[in-house]
């Protein structure tokens, strides 16, 4: 598929991944785009914002905040297509497939859907902790 047929499908990708690389150490997924942007992503911050059913709900402001994730990496990537990833986590989530874009807009807005995160967890009493 041509990046003009994915564009055509409506996943919207305007950037492209050049490097992925998972530091299993830190627990982080390092993406380099085309548009010369690096992102770091905790896993733990990708758990908590996959674009899975189970925790972005079905429609608007039915979002989960999944708590006890601190911990939590990555078991496996594999690839969807060519507009995205899935991401196995060691806490057997996996139904979260990750757009090129998605991930991007995640990179960009890190610090402000971290502490809306943070917030949540706080308003429900929960805890990142297990």
Known sequence: ????????????????PEEI????????????????????????????????AEVQGHGPGQKTTVAGR???GVMDIEAVG???VRI?????????IFSW??????GREKDTLW???LDSLAAKGLSRDP
């Open 101 to 106: 874009q998605y991930l991007h807009k995640l």
């Open 21 to 52: 690389r998972y530091v299993s150490e830190d627990k982080t997924l390092v993406i380099r785009f085309d548009s010369g942007e690096t992102f770091t992503y905790p896993a733990e911050f990708l758990r908590v914002e996959s674009p899975s």
């Open 70 to 72: 601190r911990h939590v």
């Open 82 to 84: 060519n507009y995205a």
């Open 1 to 16: 598929m041509t990046v003009q047929e994915d564009n055509a499908q409506g996943f919207g990708t305007e950037h492209w």
């Open 115 to 117: 502490q809306g995160y």
């Open 88 to 96: 196995k986590f060691d806490d057997l989530h996996d139904t979260g």
